[in-house]
């Protein structure tokens, strides 16, 4: 288990690495499998986070998450620059933090805001590479057992098979009414960032459905994909 914060970020922006996103990733509907899992991590680690965290061009998109505050659950996503998962995928190993404010190598943007403290990552994987953070975290100061460990990076195994089950299941849209759909959305987050979406849900302009739609698309474009077709 490694508790140094890579410095070189480059794997994070790797063509590969980004092409092994599809649709079905970084789909907003929630999947039961995977939400099963970041609860058991819950339980495992006792602490009350737990996400399935995907690294995506510009943000981090929970595709699963348990315990977030409720800006975080609403949104699912925060801009890619001031995450911990991105030392995961960068560093393409387990990451453990034990007190964040004694590290400051690591954005402090987390720390100050939400008071996150302890934090522990593993490698969630699809098509052989690394897509983002099945991660715990803690409002204060913690240390994982040995035991704790192992029972974690298990759950993260059965993530990432979840994720590539996903994967392969995805279709692309199935007739021209979707594909309508798409476009609009699509033109939508083009010319919107993450913070413009967010201040506009937060100020009533965009419904959470709308929010959470235009999310998905601009997800889709960060990793330059079609997002998922949806109702």
């Known amino acids: 288990?490694?508790?140094?914060?890579?410095?070189?970020?480059?794997?994070?922006?790797?063509?590969?690495?980004l092409n092994a996103f599809d649709a079905a990733l970084l789909d907003r509907t929630p999947d039961p499998e995977?939400?099963?899992?970041?609860?058991?991590?819950?339980?495992?680690?006792?602490?009350p986070i737990a996400l399935v965290s995907l690294v995506v061009d510009q943000i981090q998109f929970f595709r699963a998450q348990a315990g977030?505050?409720?800006?975080?659950?609403?949104?699912r996503a925060t801009d890619r620059c001031i995450s911990f998962c991105q030392y995961v995928v960068a560093g393409d190993q387990p990451l453990k933090i034990e007190d964040a404010t004694k590290e400051p190598a690591l954005p402090t943007e987390l720390v100050d805001t939400y008071g996150i403290r302890a934090y522990v990552g593993f490698p969630l994987r699809v098509a052989g590479q690394t897509v983002g953070s099945f991660c715990v975290i803690d409002g204060k100061p913690g240390r994982l057992e040995p035991k704790q460990l192992e029972e974690l990076q298990a759950l993260a195994q059965?993530?990432?098979?979840?994720?590539?089950?996903?994967?392969?299941?995805?279709?692309?849209?199935a007739n021209a009414a979707e594909e309508q759909s798409h476009?609009?959305?699509?033109?939508?987050?083009?010319?919107?960032?993450?913070?413009?979406l967010s201040e506009q849900f937060a100020s009533g302009k965009l419904s959470l459905e709308e929010f959470q739609r235009a999310l998905s698309v601009l997800a889709a474009l960060s990793g330059k994909l079609e997002p998922a077709a949806h109702e």
């Open 1 to 17: 288990m490694n508790d140094a914060i890579p410095k070189d970020l480059s794997r994070l922006d790797a063509h590969q690495r």
């Open 34 to 47: 995977l939400e099963r899992l970041v609860v058991r991590a819950t339980e495992v680690s006792g602490f």
């Open 68 to 75: 977030l505050p409720p800006e975080l659950a609403s949104s």
């Open 158 to 173: 059965a993530a990432s098979a979840r994720l590539e089950t996903l994967a392969r299941k995805w279709a692309p849209p």
């Open 183 to 196: 476009r609009a959305w699509m033109a939508v987050a083009e010319t919107q960032s993450l913070m413009s």
